[in-house]
């Protein structure tokens, strides 16, 4: 039990996989935080369509998730979500937690909430 | 079965304030934060660019030098910022030390011919952008801070709900 609130101790920072914009804002905001300690380079990856490939959004939500242990939360786009959609569905862990994001082009939309979604099948719908 | 029942109907209520709850906050504070945050982002983009010479703020101005985070979260899933932390720190530092160090010199020790980051310095990242920068990037600064404290609201009332869904079915 130790052992565990000790790991979730160590877990401070907010990490994202996100678009240009959302990528400039959050930084803008302070979340960014780049090293040179090997395997924490950095907290965010930006997604620019036709250079970034699915398999890179993939390896960075892995190392983000698995990978490191000093994240709290991951920040993604829900749209970016939408392509690795299999993994973000049968990711379990309870930390680091995942939260999908709007982005400017791809506003928030309760229709794709997933948690909202949940409630749904709960009642039946 | 009646027991399970009550128990039933008091978490299935419970459940229903959380949604509401959840909803209020995605829907308004958390939706409009964002949303303000990229039109001002766009705002400042096109009052920079509008010269013709300068680079939009993106990922081709962004300092990528060793630097901390201004944001963590605690364990209690609050937003810490770190910057005010510091800020508040060497203020209490600068009226503790008035009179009483005059006498003792403060060295620091520097190696010769390799700059040094200050990583244990946590910088604002408006200072990456330059000193002057359109007061749209400010403002969605000041969004997107607003948004990243609504994010930490939403994910806590998404492991309640998860929670509360999973003692339903448990109970069903």
Sequence with gaps: MSSASESMAKRKLLATIADEDSVTGLLLAGVGQIS??????SNFLTVIPGKTTVDQIEDAFDNFTTGRDDIAILLINQHLADLIRYKVDSYTNAFPAILEIPSKDHPYDPEKDSILKKVRRLFGE | MTEIQSQLDKKTIELLILIDKYENVVNNNYRTNFINGFVNLSKANYEHTGRG???????????LRPRLACL??????????????TKKEEKREQMESSLKNRKTKQTKSKSSGVEEFEEDKVKDPMLQFGGIVPYQLRQSQAFFKKAIENSLEVVKLQQEIDTLIQEIEKLR
């Excluded at chain 2, 010479?53 to 300092?63: A, H, N, P, T």
């Design chain 2, 72 to 85: 963590e979260v605690n364990e209690e899933f609050h937003l810490v910022d770190l910057q005010q932390k």
């Design chain 1, 36 to 41: 040179n300690e090997v395997g924490k380079e």
């Design chain 2, 53 to 63: 010479f300068e680079r939009r703020y993106g990922v081709d101005s962004l300092d």
